[in-house]
């Protein structure tokens, strides 16, 4: 069983800057590769970025590359979305979530969610 609590989100304005942490309880972190998903009121849970196992592999869905920096520290079981240049349209609910095999980017693939943690991006 994965446990997974997400923090960092709040409210900033468009242009700023905001950093989601992704803490897990599980002594077999490093197996796992996780990803960022968003969801905004009405629509679907889409993929922001993910990373593998080590850190080594990261991707990014085509809206956030080159804002948004995905990160782990498994000493510390942690996994990190550093997200720059916020616009309005980031405004979501972001969860992270934890997938040993599988797609990266879809959510229908992942075993474990956290419970989610706003942002809102104000004009």
């Known amino acids: 069983q994965v446990q997974l609590v997400e923090s960092g989100g709040g409210l900033v304005q468009a242009g700023g800057s905001l950093r989601l942490a992704c803490a897990a309880s599980?002594?077999?972190?490093?197996?796992?590769?996780i990803g960022w998903f968003r969801q905004a009121p009405g629509k679907d849970r889409e993929f922001v970025a993910a990373?593998?196992?080590?850190?080594?592999?990261?991707n990014y869905a085509d809206s956030v590359k080159g804002r948004f920096t995905i990160s782990r520290d498994n000493r510390k079981n942690t996994v990190y979305l550093q997200m720059n240049g916020l616009i309005p349209e980031d405004t979501a609910v972001y969860y992270c979530?934890?997938?040993?095999?599988?797609?990266?980017?879809?959510?229908?693939?992942?075993?474990?969610w956290g419970q989610g943690t706003q942002v809102t991006v104000s004009s």
């Open positions: 979530g934890a997938i040993q095999r599988g797609r990266s980017w879809l959510a229908g693939d992942y075993d474990y």
């Open positions: 599980v002594r077999t972190f490093s197996v796992y590769t």
């Open positions: 990373v593998n196992w080590s850190g080594g592999s990261t």
